[in-house]
Nanobody, 123 residues
């Protein structure tokens, strides 16, 4: 069975940090990414990473604060979130692509998704 199992998340105060993890099983993925969806808003790209881990993409609102990384030996992708703001509050999803190797901001190119984890940042 192919799946992405997420862990991490939780509640922190503004300025705090959290790290999300996403472990893949059943197959090897190429590009992977993190997305989020806040209440009443559309799902949006947060960060993406290439198969090799050398290429990354970040949405403007998280640049300089979030870092995406992967450990292919552990089949795990991480999202380190620092200097968190209340507007970062959302359900975060990891995603994997079986067809593309480059870091991609395009939602439709990811074909496997994690179950989601809540991140809440209070002021």
């Amino acid at each position: 069975q192919v799946q992405l199992e997420q862990s991490g998340g939780g509640s922190v105060q503004a300025g705090g940090s959290l790290r999300l993890s996403c472990a893949a099983s059943g197959r090897t993925f190429s590009a992977m990414g993190w997305f989020r969806q806040a209440p009443g808003k559309e799902r949006e790209i947060v960060a993406a990473i290439s198969r090799s881990g050398l290429g990354t993409y970040y949405t403007d609102s998280v640049k300089g604060r979030f870092t995406i990384s992967r450990d292919n030996a552990k089949s795990t992708v991480y999202l380190q979130m620092n200097s968190l703001k209340p507007e970062d509050t959302a359900v975060y999803y990891c995603a994997g692509s079986t067809s593309f190797a480059g870091a991609m901001p395009t939602t439709g190119r990811y074909d496997y998704w994690g179950q989601g984890t809540q991140v809440t940042v209070s002021s």
